[in-house]
């Protein structure tokens, strides 16, 4: 990849990894979240594939992670080469303004050019050729002064993704293909997917921005003064070793918690600030056990996808997934689009078409004070 | 329970405790097969309830148990007032007409006017009372020479069970409502299970058989005279501490592996020495976790059952059975007749339509070496 192309130069990724994924309960957990779970079968945790998509662009010393203090040491043991600078932790987690913003800022404090990119430690792209391409087209939509987004062209009238409406093309060197975002859409009906679908002019939210640093903060400041100067007052203190922790404890707990969806995505494309890079590589965010089960299968209904490196499964007429943490033997028989999840402390059991509704058991087990499997 | 009826004072109860009951997998094995389970939800095991339904007919000291060397141990911790002379430990699994025929050989030794009835360790019999009168009257028609049998009348047009085909009324003192078995039939199609259940001459083959045990051995004796030598050269040296051992040794692995069907039910049925006394008692073999379900469920398909004293199961939308033998939580979401059986080092996901196909994952596993879970 050439450094050449326009702005790769300052160019910083951020990857915020939080966020549990209740809806792969029991796989992910508080203390074993979704980013740290090898969901594809390729041998690497989500958030290790991200690195490894994110490295060559800029490098493997441009690369801030946004974890939670109990995450520490499992980021650390997926990525080795992280170094320490490169490490922003969450006292609590206050939601992905806070998160990205605050990497932003304190980037920002130590080269007011850069660039920044934030990418979910827990989505899946196959084609990270592709994902290149684009995400060089959305640095160069930055350095002109855009927010850029990466829209990945929908294959099917998907339900459980946000869209993103698009304008007409944008004339920006180095990014050809930039269009303009008019809106951000929620997860439609299925209706209204299909129209989606059939009218080209919605792309999924893959929930990636790009932009200058400063312009990102212009932006989350115009949304939120007080939550820009929290994440400013950290920013300055961060690098100082005696002051970042007095100025944590007396700020964090402060900090609004807002999706960046509202902050940026939205005001920014409302303001006609907004850029579009469509992206045409397969990408999924595996919200619940049927996506991970599509991943698997390729498409094909009839197949049983197992993860587990120790999975021992004995299926006759049977498809769907089956997730094993075990050393158990699990016998699947007749059952279709079945979703088996087996863990040392707890069993799910339902199928692909239920999949969203995982997120309620753990709703329940919450209320009834079982958090220790959650 | 009055012991004046006729016979009932020579009579002796015989539990065949064997068979691990393969379609209940993994709950039952080879180590836990399934008389030792509670599969009722009453507190006691198949095996515990057989002999509490028994032990008022003649009394406890009157009930005979042959089981598996391996199984001793769990039989008498089941029943702790089973005295050592009512203990047969198989050396290895014969089939029933050894197992029965022996304890009817031993008891003949003991006592030649004995009368002996035989009823498996692992059925489910609500009505207690209903049970023992119809028993009542099976002592009565065995003391006037017959081999009788208790005949339950079908409720539904079960393809899981064999039938009795009944002919004309008998006239025996004491069993009021004997009938003659014209023949007995296999596990019928749903087609002909249907006329059976509308024709009212088919009753469900409970496969208990009540006999002086000099009828029922010199029957064994007319199919399979080998057979009833080698039970009575066991038999004759039981009750001598240092004969049985050696004699043990040489005649068990001769015995003929015979279901007693085969030795005494058909033939009996076909020479018109087979009384049938119709049990209209609830009775099932609970033949697989199907059926189980529906014991528990009493009917209503939208239950879900729930098996196991510690069982914790967040069930939402969900119907079928759970077998519990972990700690863990189990959670079903959107599963209609499922069957969930969860132990330790095996976990089973199935359908009541597919409940009785279990047998073939135990086939499988043994194919595959893996008896260590069987």
């Known amino acids: 990849m050439s450094k050449d192309a326009a702005g790769l130069d300052r160019f910083y990724s951020i990857i915020p990894a939080g966020g549990i994924g209740s809806r792969l309960w029991p796989l992910s957990r508080a203390d074993a979240p979704k980013f740290l779970h090898d969901l594809t079968g390729s041998g690497s945790s989500l958030l290790r594939a991200t690195w490894d998509r994110l490295a ?3 490098g493997p010393d441009r690369i801030m992670v946004v974890t939670g203090r109990a995450h520490r040491a499992a980021v650390e ?7 320490d600078a490169n490490v922003v932790l969450e006292s609590e987690p206050k939601d992905s303004t806070a998160a990205i913003g605050l990497a932003a800022a304190i980037l920002h404090h130590r080269d007011p050019d850069v660039i920044v990119g934030s990418f979910a430690a827990d989505h899946v792209i196959a084609d990270v050729r592709a994902f290149r391409r684009a995400v060089t087209q959305a640095v160069a939509a930055a350095d002109a002064g855009y927010i850029a987004t990466i829209g990945i062209t929908p294959t099917e ?3 459980g993704f946000g869209y993103i409406h698009c304008g007409g093309h944008l004339d920006i060197p180095g990014a050809p293909d930039a269009i303009v975002a008019e809106s951000f859409v929620e997860k439609p009906d299925l209706e209204t ?13 893959g929930g990636m921005f790009v932009a200058r640093a400063e312009v990102l903060l212009a932006q989350i400041g115009e949304s939120d003064p007080e939550l820009l100067a929290g994440l400013e007052e950290l920013a300055e203190a961060w690098d100082d070793p005696a002051r970042r922790g007095p100025t944590v404890d007396r700020v964090w707990p402060r900090l609004h918690k807002i ?10 494309a409302a303001a006609g600030r907004l850029a579009v ?4 590589f397969d990408w999924d965010d595996v919200g619940d056990f049927a996506s991970i089960a599509k991943l698997h ?9 197992i993860l587990g490196k120790n999975a021992r499964v004995l299926a006759d007429s049977s498809s769907g997934i089956v997730v094993s943490q075990t050393d158990r033997i699990i016998s699947l028989i007749g059952v279709r689009d079945i979703v088996v999840v087996d863990t040392p402390d707890a069993l799910l059991v339902t199928t692909s078409q239920n999949a969203q509704r995982v997120k309620s058991v753990v709703d329940a087990l919450k209320l009834s004070g079982r958090s220790d499997v959650l």
């Open 56 to 58: 060559p662009l800029a």
């Open 77 to 83: 043991e997926q990525i080795p080469e992280l170094i």
């Open 157 to 159: 009238p998907a339900i």
């Open 193 to 205: 997917a299909k129209e989606y679908l059939a009218d080209g002019k919605h792309l999924w939210n």
């Open 259 to 268: 999706a960046i969806d509202y902050t940026v995505a939205e005001p920014a």
């Open 277 to 280: 890079i469509p992206g045409s």
């Open 297 to 305: 299968a390729g498409g094909r209904s009839s197949d049983l996808a």
